[in-house]
């Protein structure tokens, strides 16, 4: 499958959140992973079950800051 994280998110009041997170293939800085990520994005079965719009919420493009990767992930919950 292709990179990506899952989240659980609970809150009393709010309606539990199961979802998950993909990389984008430019967060990589190597040609040939950003190849690899893209094929693997495109093939995900689930991720490809999401609308266009959907999947730019769920596919983060992290940016390099010294040795680390950092990107924005929001997550909103529905209130019960």
Do not use: W
Not at 18 to 39: G, H, L, R, W
């Amino acid at each position: 499958r292709t990179p990506h994280i899952h989240y659980k998110v609970f809150a009393k009041g709010c309606e539990d959140l199961t979802t998950q997170m993909y990389f984008s293939p430019n967060s990589f800085s190597d040609k040939a992973e950003q190849q690899i990520v893209d094929d693997l994005n495109r093939k995900d079965r689930v991720l490809n079950r999401l609308t266009s719009q959907e999947q730019k919420q769920v596919i983060v493009d992290f940016q390099r800051s010294g040795n680390d990767l950092k990107g924005v992930f929001d997550i909103t919950l529905k209130r019960l």
